[in-house]
């Protein structure tokens, strides 16, 4: 009957005898692990930081364009040829399937001054859905309200660094400043969103009523335009025939035939958010592939040191086998040493992972995320590694002939 224990106790003597080339074996292991918990780290934290940038923006939006103007056979792009009114937001919200919520957007950049501070922001003009649409909260203050469209009440909403870079320190709930000379009472503050995962501020802004912005600020030579319609819906199943019922709502009321071009475009956020997130996670898979080669070169070279250690030990098999080992002992002896080899290379490995992992967090403005399946994935695949390419020098070491390997010299 197999003695598991005593060939275990076998096994690490064995290892301790040759403590330098045992560590040297496991160096591919190490590395291996490592590289794998790094990699993982940084793809996962990618993963999870553009996940949180979709959610900033909003979830299940659609964003519908003017279409693009031509200046002497120039395309102006998107945006440009005022193409979408407030009637067509209002239309869209009452007329189409599974919206949630409709906010119409126009924007400019203007100066802001207050006393002797000025700072140059995006003011955008829009309603009190957009800012439910988006994902803002109101820190202190309200949002708008339906008097304030009615009646083109000159009042704002303004973001933390629009706060600091115009007030300090100061409160600016109820202050007034002015947005291109003309004032506007500050009614609300937005609560801190950060960076966009394209470095954009999404704090460095100022919303205005749409319909103050058109008749006060902006100005137009198409009163009730607007540059963009932002729509909400109710959940990413219904979401395809919101789009559908758009299209065509907005075909018919802007009189567009069947074989004409439409003058809008709708673009499906929730796509491209999709599209992105599954991008982001084959990128972590890819980066964790690439990482594993390592481990395989790791296992290459156990099975390399493990074929010269049989090599080394035939004499000791033989006399082992001459006192009554079987075959299956010696084979489970050199497996075990094999296992041993990897999974401590890949305890010491997931330590410098770590703390590598830790180091880039540290020194860059990378987004590190790691987690315990990939310290669990990595150590049972240097286990399995370990036992895969140990197995073929520990059969070699069982079926050696007990007489020739004891007269091996």
């Keep these: 009957m197999l003695d598991l224990k005593s060939t275990t106790i076998m096994a690490i003597r064995s ?19 490592s590289a794998v918990i790094i990699m993982l780290a940084v793809g996962t934290g990618a993963s999870k930081r553009i996940a949180k940038d979709m959610e900033s923006m909003g979830s299940n939006l659609l964003m519908i364009r003017s279409a693009s103007a031509t200046s002497g056979g120039v395309r102006m792009g998107f945006g440009t040829k005022p193409s979408l009114t407030l009637k067509d937001a209002e239309a869209i ?10 906010a119409p957007y126009s924007s400019g950049t203007y100066q802001l001054t207050y006393g002797n501070q000025n700072w140059s922001t995006t003011v955008g003009g829009t309603t009190a859905s957009y800012l439910f649409i988006r994902n803002y909260e109101i820190m202190s203050g309200r949002n708008f309200i339906p008097e304030d469209l009615k009646n083109n009440t000159k009042v704002a909403i303004i973001g933390n660094t629009v706060a600091t870079e115009l007030f300090g320190d100061m409160d600016p709930l109820n202050k007034t400043m002015r947005v291109g000379g003309v004032p506007f009472k500050i009614i609300g503050t937005l609560k801190v969103k950060g960076q966009s995962g394209m470095g954009m501020d999404q704090d460095d802004l100022v919303f205005i009523p749409i319909t103050t912005a058109q008749k006060k600020v902006f100005g137009t030579d198409f009163p009730g335009t607007v540059k963009m319609i932002n729509v909400k819906a109710q959940n990413d199943q219904i979401i395809t025939t919101t789009y559908d ?36 996670r084959t990128m972590s898979i890819l980066l964790g592939a690439i990482a594993s080669v390592s481990l395989l070169v790791g296992g290459i070279g156990i099975m390399n040191i493990m ?3 049989v090599t080394e030990r035939t004499k000791e098999i033989g006399i082992r086998m001459a006192i009554g080992a079987k075959a299956s002992d010696i084979r489970i002896q050199f497996l075990i040493e094999s296992f041993l080899l990897s999974v401590i290379g890949g305890i010491i490995g997931v330590t410098i992972g770590v703390l590598g992992a830790k180091s880039i967090q540290l020194f860059s403005d990378m987004s590190i995320s790691i987690t315990s399946f990939s310290i669990f994935l990595s150590l049972g695949f240097s286990g399995a590694i370990g036992v895969l390419f140990g197995y073929y020098p520990a059969y070699k070491a069982s079926l050696l002939n007990p007489i020739d390997a004891l007269r091996y010299e």
């Design 245 to 280: 019922d758009i299209a065509e709502l907005l075909r018919t009321r802007h009189h567009i035939g069947k074989n004409q071009e439409d003058d809008f475009e709708i673009r499906n956020l929730a796509e491209m958010q999709e599209t992105i997130k599954s991008s982001a």
């Design 93 to 102: 919200e009452t007329n189409t399937r599974g919206v949630m919520a409709v």
């Design 307 to 309: 074929l010269v250690s």
């Design 15 to 33: 290892l301790k005898i040759n403590r330098m080339r045992s560590m040297l074996t496991s160096l591919g292991i190490i590395i291996g692990v």
